[in-house]
């Protein structure tokens, strides 16, 4: 195939089995609406809560979702498909219904945060890439939450691209990051496509390549003149943060004052008291320090506590690989086909049946418990999954970043406090299946215990 | 900037730091050959070695590197960079030189996996994008091998798309998996891309849809004629085999022989022993046991050690998330600016100046030892990094992906025993600087010190 295949917008990125999987069912003419939920099973014990996100790029990947002619003929040629399939991919338009909590809101496990309702084909050929759409931003924004609540006030940026896994790990985990809470981020098509605030300065080797850090930072100066952050760890720390305030009123002369200096090695909390002193001594009171290299929300909580005088951080790769949890127990399950709700009885995976809806009930601008139950129940509480396509089409405009950045940010200040810590809270959140689920659940397995008996 | 943006193909897929550097570099014409190389400052405690992956990727990357108009109008938009630099930007080309270990080579830690010689603005921007696609391969290669050796002749797929850290990952773990010796993967493209045989059955919602797990396998084998694999683990695990006892003969008389089932639930070991009891009895020993749910080499190791009659494994998370390490410790260092060798000197972060060379010395077929020096040295062993491009261009065609899966099978048959364990090895492998490489870095560091010392 081609080498400008684009893995990110191609239908054809999936499992095989989707493609066996729809093979039977048109050859078996299973054509009927099945609702599929996603959702997390379990939280990770080092996570009090999770974040929605990922939806924006799910509504745009179930819009666009169409096989190339290119994909369809290679698909033949490799003769596992009967030429009628071919052109029931060919025809592949995303028709169905999505439901799903807006990006930025706080979830639990169980909690579907997404159901597809559409023709049974297409509800499970969308499944492969929806999961991994939906996964990696969870996964992040939820990381990054965590970082939020740890360093209050701090500005904190994004500067994992390079460890990412690879390309749209790197640009969306800027996406999630900022969603969460982030100031902004080092990776620069995050501000074309998004809008997201982006920061950077200089690398080492560009300090390196000068034969001495006066060289280099008296160069750097000449470039950037608005926003001067000088990266001052690549020999001697303290020995830089003085020639710092050697060169300042120099620079200041010359229209270009200081703002930062950055650290990225060694004992952060130390070289930065040690900086600080420096700099204060020297008149540079206002010269921020930023902080990057091995930071997670662990050490950020550290540093408040110790009061460690960092104005900002640059959080890589424990931010855009979720290094304690790299992947979260997540599944896009069928709960109804024809009509007829479905449950998965499988070991320690079995599923809530039927079509559900969240209903969370708040005091005083806390959340107080959720209610897990069928989407036409009515509960007490806001319901948290809302329309938002219809027929294959959106509703309406999705929330905007901002404004989903603007709901998490909202959901984290109304989290019970234990949540808002980083150890894990006991007991957990309450969320309650309703009585209607739970029966439901028990007739599903009585129906399935007469059907497995009464086999022919 | 417009939706169809491939950040995958983007030069703009980079840190802002690169950009403001090559600023700052055109304004000072610091444009001298530098050397830059890749490597892992420090091996996970759970790995005893690292495979080199992702080479092709790199190369694919600096061959077409470029700017296209709307990113530079973007860029100039954004109003942070002079006129002068935009253009700079327009007319960028890799020019340089690379050279490499080539995919499938086991390496160490400080060892140069890659080295870019090329003009100093060039080689520093494709820093970010360079590690990111080096990063992962190397990052899942590594993992994928340690399950080779903790399964020797069993079939190993990548079952891992969903949970992968977005599109690329997904498509570009199956490739570094297959790379390290996995039998296929489930990932649809991985095939029509880079040749890798892909697998795939059903998934539960399958079985679910039906009225019963009979009408389920029926219309399985109808569509599925070649290579019948049922899941049975839906329900109830032993009472599904019993079920594909029952119905294999009639479905082997219409010509779809049962050819293996799947297990993704409970205890792997455990239901595996139950269901060959029960295929073997009911006359189905050449049906094969597939599982897949929650795998990782720790797990295919114990299975090994018990005898387990599981004949093929899916494996996701564990594979393409490298759950236990997701990320590595590694760098893109400038190690030459000018004929002149450069050395960081940052605590705990301190790397080899110039141009480096990995000598490998083999006795009887097993690795013996490496020696790390300068690439002008002359050292007994075989040379690891090989010349790749020369100006821009590569001096011949890459290794073919089954080239590399081949040298990485030779390469894993030739460590030395204990690094074949999935525990630590205790003395590591051993890699030792040449005499003129500590020369050179002494010599470095009185360098900086006399220019620190004696700054105007």
Redesign the interface.
Same mark, same amino acid.
């Given at each position: 195939?081609h080498?400008?295949?684009?893995?990110?917008?191609?239908l054809? &990125?999936?499992? &095989?089995?989707?493609?066996?999987?729809l093979?039977?069912?048109r050859?078996?003419s299973?054509e009927a609406a099945?609702s599929?939920e996603f959702f997390v099973r379990k939280l990770p014990p080092c996570r009090n809560f999770l974040v929605a996100a990922g939806l924006a790029q799910v509504v745009?990947f179930l819009e666009t979702a169409r096989f190339t002619e290119e994909?369809l003929g290679?698909l033949a040629r490799?003769g596992r498909f009967a030429p009628e399939t071919i052109e029931r991919l060919r025809a592949f338009r995303f028709t169905g219904d999505v439901d799903a909590m807006p990006e930025g809101t706080v979830f639990f496990a169980d909690e579907p945060v997404l159901r597809v309702t559409a023709p049974?084909p297409e509800a499970?050929l969308v499944?492969?890439?929806l999961?991994?759409?939906l996964?990696?931003q969870i996964?992040i924004a939820s990381k990054a939450a965590r970082m939020v609540l740890a360093a209050p006030g701090k500005i904190l940026l994004d500067?994992g691209?390079?460890?990412?896994?690879?390309?749209?790990?790197?640009?969306?985990a800027a996406r999630a990051s900022y969603l969460a809470g982030f100031t902004g981020t080092?990776?620069?098509?995050a501000?074309?496509?998004f809008g997201i605030p982006?920061?950077?300065?200089?690398?080492?080797?560009?300090v390196?390549?000068f034969?001495?850090?006066?060289e280099a930072f008296e160069?750097?100066a000449?470039?950037?003149p608005k926003s001067l952050i000088l990266l001052i760890?690549?020999?001697?720390t303290e020995?830089a943060a003085r020639?710092v305030v050697e060169m300042a009123p120099e620079l200041a002369a010359h229209g270009t004052p200081v703002a930062g200096v950055r650290i990225?090695?060694?004992?952060l909390a130390a070289h930065a008291r040690a900086v600080r002193a420096i700099l204060d001594a020297g008149g540079l009171r206002e010269v921020k320090i930023f902080a990057s290299g091995g930071l997670d929300e662990q050490l950020l909580a550290r540093h408040r506590a110790e009061g460690v005088p960092i104005d900002g951080y640059g959080i890589g790769?424990s931010l855009t690989?979720?290094?304690d949890w790299?992947?979260?127990d997540?599944a896009y399950?069928?709960v109804a086909?024809a009509g007829e709700p479905?449950?998965?009885?499988?070991?320690?995976?079995a599923t809530w049946p039927g079509a559900k809806q969240v209903w969370r009930r708040r005091a005083n601008g806390r959340m107080e418990g959720d209610r897990l139950g069928l989407a036409e129940e009515r509960q007490e509480g806001e319901p948290l999954l809302v329309p938002v396509m219809r027929g294959g089409k959106r509703v309406g405009p999705l929330p905007s970043l901002a404004e989903a950045r603007a709901r998490c940010a909202r959901e984290l200040e109304a989290l019970p406090e234990p949540l808002r810590r980083l150890e894990p809270a006991q007991p957990p959140y309450p969320v309650e299946p309703t009585e209607a689920l739970r029966a439901l659940a028990a007739a599903c397995d009585r129906r399935?215990r007469e059907?497995?008996g009464g086999?022919?």
């Open positions: 195939m080498a400008a295949f684009d893995p990110a917008r191609s054809l &990125l999936t499992d &095989l089995y989707e493609l066996t999987m093979d039977a069912y050859r078996e299973m099945a599929f745009e994909e290679w490799t049974l499970q499944e492969s890439r999961i991994n759409l996964h990696f996964l500067f691209l390079r460890r990412a896994h690879g390309a749209e790990a790197g640009l969306l080092a990776t620069v098509p501000e074309a496509l982006i920061y950077g300065t200089m690398a080492h080797s560009f390196q390549a034969g001495s850090e006066r160069a750097f000449r470039s950037r760890d690549t020999y001697d020995a020639l990225d090695s060694g004992d790769t690989t979720s290094t790299p992947a979260l997540c399950k069928l086909y479905r449950r998965k009885r499988s070991e320690g995976k399935q059907r497995a086999g022919p």
